[in-house]
Antibody
Framework: EVQLVQSGAEVKKPGESLKISCKGS????????IGWVRQMPGKGLEWMGI????????RYSPSFQGQVTISADKSLSTAYLQWSRLKASDTAIYYC?????????????WGQGTLVTVSS | EIVLTQSPGTLSLSPGERATLSCRAS???????LAWYQQKPGQAPRLLIY???IRATGIPDRFSASGSVTDFTLTISRLEPDDFAVYYC??????????FGQGTKLEIK
């Protein structure tokens, strides 16, 4: 079974750093792009960026470029999303999702989500 | 950047009724790049449709979708209690760039 399992909920203070993870299993991790999606409280889905673990090729949404860093460790079959200095506005649920291969473009499956709460 | 506008924002229907959800794009793009997702409270999104009209594995045939160019539709033929959720369309653009619609909440009337 193809599965993405994300790290647990985090509570942080503004200005702190954070790195959350997304571990893939049930498939060759290096063969599929992994995307990250933000969902702020009560809001919709926003694409943040995507990484190809095979060579760490990474693309960012202009809205998130410079705000976060996406990385991957193929030896651990794990992708990461990190912040160097969190803001209260980073409070959200963050999902990772595997990107399709072939001519279509979709995300499936999704991780269960990581809730990040940033509050003083 | 392509903007996806979903309508209506909220749709109130009863089980057994037919639901029609719309996703309109600000520019045309290939229908191969349009997907639909369902999200229930407290859960991650689930892929329903890709390539504008192809049901994902395990998705019941009461879900169907169509459309091209700038207008896309998701139809649920006979609503079941489990179908009440938020639905998002998503498109892929070059760069790459992925855009989601703002969502349609399907609620029980």
């Amino acid at each position: 079974e193809v599965q993405l399992v994300q790290s647990g909920a985090e509570v942080k203070k503004p200005g702190e750093s954070l790195k959350i993870s997304c571990k893939g299993s049930g498939y060759r991790f290096t063969d599929y792009w992994i995307g990250w999606v933000r969902q702020m409280p009560g809001k919709g889905l926003e694409w943040m960026g995507i990484i190809y673990p095979g060579d760490s090729d990474t693309r960012y949404s202009p809205s998130f470029q410079g705000q976060v860093t996406i990385s991957a460790d193929k030896s651990l079959s794990t992708a990461y999303l990190q912040w160097s200095r969190l803001k209260a506005s980073d409070t959200a649920i963050y999902y990772c999702a595997r990107h399709s291969s072939g001519p279509y473009n979709w995300f499936d499956p999704w991780g269960q989500g990581t809730l990040v709460t940033v509050s003083s | 950047e392509i903007v996806l506008t979903q309508s209506p924002g909220t749709l109130s229907l009863s089980p057994g009724e037919r639901a029609t959800l719309s996703c309109r794009a600000s520019q045309s793009f290939s229908s191969s790049y349009l997907a639909w997702y369902q999200q229930k409270p407290g859960q991650a999104p689930r892929l329903l449709i890709y390539g504008a009209s192809i049901r994902a594995t395990g998705i019941p045939d009461r879900f169907s979708a169509s459309g091209s160019v700038t207008d896309f539709t998701l139809t649920i033929s006979r609503l079941e209690p489990d179908d009440f959720a938020v639905y998002y369309c998503q498109q892929y653009g070059s760069s790459p760039e992925y855009t989601f619609g703002q969502g349609t909440k399907l609620e029980i009337k």
